[in-house]
């Protein structure tokens, strides 16, 4: 037991806490792949880390409430009833965070009837009689106030969960004018609109405070009620009876029955491969696990062993170009570490080992020629490498005039198809999560000689490449990884590496363009409500504006006020037309061009082209995404898109763009996997899909199907994909969701495939825990089984999803393989794949041959039940190529 001189207690208000973090933290920013939320875990833990570093307590309690009904709300049902349900993307959270502070070992504590604050009150009380202990306490409730006292400190949030507020008795006094005993007083006689509890009529906190002092406390006031005089004294002598109930309220009890005392709350040693597993289903990166397992007392944990770290390395003062001819043709570890910022730029440093765990390290300005040059051809040869992120290795060699080649292992790919959707795949993050063993630091600095955390990251990548390729392997995906995945590194490198060019005049001209139209719509709408100073980007000017000068239905209340998203005006307008509301939604189009046409500009580079950076580690689906900037998502069917496209031209010494894309390649795929013999038909003869389908969902002619009907079945056939209800059918056509029903059925009435084969996968998934697209790819959704209903569903339409898009992304990465590996020993190269397309560089001469193996090879990458269909254009940019 800990000694009393040093008993330190922290009890913390756990929901209080988890809904300012939810708060606090955007929802759509954490989530895991399944579609559990996790923004009010992340900074609850987040919060917890910080409070454990800096108050270093020796016992620790967490308190949860246990749901909305307690002996409060016996006494007055009002209590609280002004509060709205938890958002549904806080649901399911407070059980994740007790789940994880219990891995941690701190005791969590609820109790029927009670509220958490009851329960804090009561271990206040209890050590206080058992003595030696200071008390910190952590709540956004202000009730709190009344526990403070010698011992008991209380730290309030005041932005977040990042600032909080210590509340001793001398600060208590100096921002509220009373002692904490009397605080609970002043609260009755106040009100408490977050509790519902109802205030004097003219008596706020000031004159709650003077009449507090002058008196005494409430039954002083109350003693001399008829001395008061004007309209708050006689406000206040019609309701004593509703602030006496106010003050009964406010009181927290202080003898909750408790299955713990305070000195059994002493932190307990942890199980730390038990926390990382939680951090990894939450998809959390290695940051905030070091942060809070840093926090933690280990006291009575084993000390870390050996086996803890990456393997003994025999260090080799042989020279580099010595090591290396020696082991000619092996496997190798290499790390390599940068001069500065992560991808293009020049190795500093360098580490290797071999598979007898013999390793060397050198700073690369320290190399002689002949080891220079040896590492050179090491480096551009088909020898095997083991790397981890081995894209950021080749664009950081190649700032040294030199080409990787032979990439045999890439921990982080491995990684992340082992486990899609995780936060990061950084290589200590990797280390920890599949082999349970700590890497430390490896950022260092740019010395190695008196360093040796690139040789430990060397031999962390030579452990992971044979336990994740064991793993791989027992899942049937290593075949994914090796003939799939792996040989894309190379091809997104040297995609990354060329770039496309760019004229910068056009983009430029759209800027200026797009700069007038903002300027233009926010002096018309200033206009249109007469507000000169009105600032559009604002959301609090915003919902004055909409709200209550022009009364416009009230939108989804949020803490801050009511939501002025793109969603919820979009709906406001199209439910309330209004020129105000239509001039909003341009004034925010125009500026989102404008932003995504700054940020190409920004990005060009001295050579004249943009190298944006494919990313393979961040789509659970295994779709390419990109990033810096991002060119994915350019519209494509809008006039400012196609002139934003056009700027992407052919560079020089080469002759023309080619882009190639695959016909509705996700609506096909639909269509094999579901084995619909109808979809199939539409496919095999040739015909129009969504006019076929059309005509059957709508029982027409197929050359009477009207481009409404056939809008109305495309946005159906593709929302299915993505687990489109009755509901969301109505809402995205504006129709009534008795129609949309009635579609959706005579749909699945005539294409009965669709409909088995969406019940089914879904189904399957929940059994096995997991989705498989054709090629074997997994994703994993244990939220199907969960029993938050927001999070199971998010899942249910990730496992429609998955399969069709999955194996859509799958395919396009074989057809890339296929066309780069055909085009070897011509000029011409792949620049872009933008989803279902490849944007290719076409050099002089080669245009035919080029045009014939991109269709040749995208066709050929998989044989399905229904026909592929590959589209091809040219020309001299990126829009005069579209098809």
């Known amino acids: 037991m800990t000694t009393s001189a040093s008993k330190r207690l922290l009890l913390i208000d756990g929901h209080s806490m988890a809904f300012r973090a939810f708060y606090a933290l955007p929802a759509e920013n954490f989530s895991t792949s399944g579609g559990q939320h996790t923004n009010a875990v992340y900074g609850f833990l987040s919060m917890f880390a910080n409070i454990l570093a800096e108050e270093q307590p020796t016992h620790v309690a967490v308190a949860f409430d246990v749901g909305r009904k307690t002996f409060r709300t016996e006494r007055f049902p009002e209590y609280k009833a002004q509060r709205e349900a938890a958002p549904p993307e806080f649901k399911g959270q407070v059980p994740i965070i007790d789940k994880v502070l219990g891995e941690l070992g701190i005791v969590t504590l609820s109790k029927e009837n009670f509220e958490a604050d009851d329960i804090v009150a009561t271990l206040v009380s209890e050590a206080r009689a058992e003595g030696g202990f200071e008390t910190v306490l952590v709540s956004g409730d202000r ?73 005494g406390g409430l039954e002083g006031l109350i003693s001399h009620a ?30 909750v029955e408790l299955p713990v005392g305070p000195d059994e709350l002493v932190m307990r040693p942890i199980e730390i491969a038990q926390v990382a597993q939680s951090f990894d289903e939450l998809e959390f990166g290695v940051n905030l696990r070091e942060r809070v397992l840093a926090a933690v007392p280990t006291t009575g944990a084993p000390a870390p062993s050996a086996a803890d770290e990456p393997a003994e390395v025999t260090l080799s003062d042989e020279p580099l170009d010595a090591w290396l001819t020696s082991r000619r043709g092996e496997g190798l570890a290499l790390y390599l570490r940068g001069n500065g910022a992560p991808g293009r730029g020049d190795a500093a440093a360098v580490a290797l080992v071999d598979k007898s765990r013999c390793g060397v390290q050198r700073d690369m300005v320290d190399l002689s020629p002949a080891e220079d040059a040896a590492f050179k051809l090491w480096a551009e040869s088909d020898s095997p490498k083991f790397l981890h992120e081995a894209k950021q290795a080749y664009h950081m ?12 292992h890439d921990t982080a790919i491995a990684a992340y198809i082992l486990r899609p959707g995780q936060r990061t795949y950084e290589l200590a993050d990797v280390y920890q999560r599949h082999l349970q063993r700590h890497l430390g630091d490896t950022s260092g600095q740019l010395s190695l000689l008196d360093d040796d ?15 994740l390729s064991a793993q791989l392997r027992a899942i049937d995906s290593y075949q994914l990884y090796s003939d799939l995945e792996l040989p894309l590194v190379s091809i997104l490198a040297e ?23 903002v300027t233009e719509v926010e002096q018309h709408a200033r206009q249109l409500v007469d507000e000169p100073a009105l600032n559009l980007s604002s959301p609090k000017q915003l919902s004055v504006v909409l709200f209550d000068k022009l009364k416009l239905p009230k939108t989804k209340k949020t803490k801050t006020g009511y939501s002025t998203a793109a969603k919820e005006i979009e709906t406001l307008a199209a439910n309330n037309p209004h020129p105000f509301l239509q001039a909003l939604l341009e004034h925010r189009e125009y500026q989102k061009m404008k932003s995504t046409i700054e940020g190409l500009i920004k990005t060009l580079q001295d050579d004249g082209r943009i190298h944006t950076t494919f990313n393979q580690t961040v789509a659970s689906t295994g779709r390419l995404s990109s990033t810096d900037p991002n060119l994915q998502n350019i519209p494509v069917r809008t006039e400012a898109g196609r002139v934003i496209r056009s700027a992407f031209t052919v560079g020089e010494g080469y002759d023309c763009l080619l882009t190639a894309d695959y016909s509705q390649i996700e609506m096909r795929v639909m269509a094999h996997l579901s084995q619909d013999e109808g979809l199939i038909e539409a496919y095999r003869g040739g015909e129009d899909l969504h006019n076929f389908v059309g005509s059957r969902v709508f029982d027409v002619p197929i050359d009477q199907v009207t481009p409404e009907l056939r809008r109305r079945v495309k946005a159906m056939s593709y929302g299915l994909v993505y687990g489109l209800s009755a509901f969301g059918l109505s809402n995205q056509l504006s129709i009534s969701a008795g129609e949309a029903k009635k579609i959706m059925e005579s749909y699945f009435e005539r294409f009965g495939g669709v409909k088995r084969y969406l019940d089914e996968v879904v189904e399957q998934a929940r059994r096995d825990g997991y989705t498989s697209t054709v090629f074997g790819r997994r994703r994993y959704l ?27 992304a799958d395919i396009i990465k074989v057809a890339m393989i296929r066309v780069n590996e055909a085009l070897h020993g011509r000029a011409s190269r792949i620049l872009l794949q933008v989803h279902d397309e490849l944007v290719v560089e076409v050099a002089p001469g080669e245009l035919e041959d080029v045009k014939d193996i991109v269709e040749r090879e995208m066709d050929g990458a998989i044989t399905l039940l229904v026909p592929l269909e590959v589209s091809a254009g040219t020309g001299p940019n990126w829009d005069a190529a579209a098809h």
Do not use: C
Request: a negative charge; aromatic letters at 6%; hydrophobic letters at 35%.
């Open 453 to 467: 955390s690139s040789l430990r990251a060397a031999t962390a990548i030579l452990e992971l490449s044979a336990e």
């Open 226 to 255: 008829e001395e008061i005089k004007g309209v708050a004294g006689q406000n206040f002598r019609d309701r004593i009876d509703q602030v006496r109930l106010n003050r009964e309220l406010t009181q927290m009890v202080t003898d």
């Open 782 to 808: 244990p939220e199907l089984t969960s029993d938050n209903r927001v999070a199971r569903e998010n899942a249910e339409r990730a496992a429609l999803n998955a399969p069709i898009q999955g194996t859509a």
């Open 143 to 215: 009730d709190y106030i009344q526990l403070v006292d010698a011992t008991t400190t209380l730290l309030y949030p005041t932005r977040g969960v990042s600032t909080l507020t210590r509340f001793t008795p001398e600060t208590v006094e100096e921002k509220y004018g009373l002692t904490p005993e009397l605080y609970p007083d002043f609260a009755a006689l106040r009100g408490d609109p977050s509790d519902n509890l109802p205030s004097v009529p003219k008596v706020g906190e000031k004159t709650a405070t003077k009449w507090i002092s002058q008196y």
């Open 397 to 408: 060699l190649r700032g040294r005039g030199i080409t990787l080649r032979g990439i045999a």
């Open 495 to 517: 995609m990354e590496d060329a770039g496309i060019a760019v004229d910068v005049s056009i983009l430029e001209g759209e800027l200026a363009h797009f700069s007038n139209k």
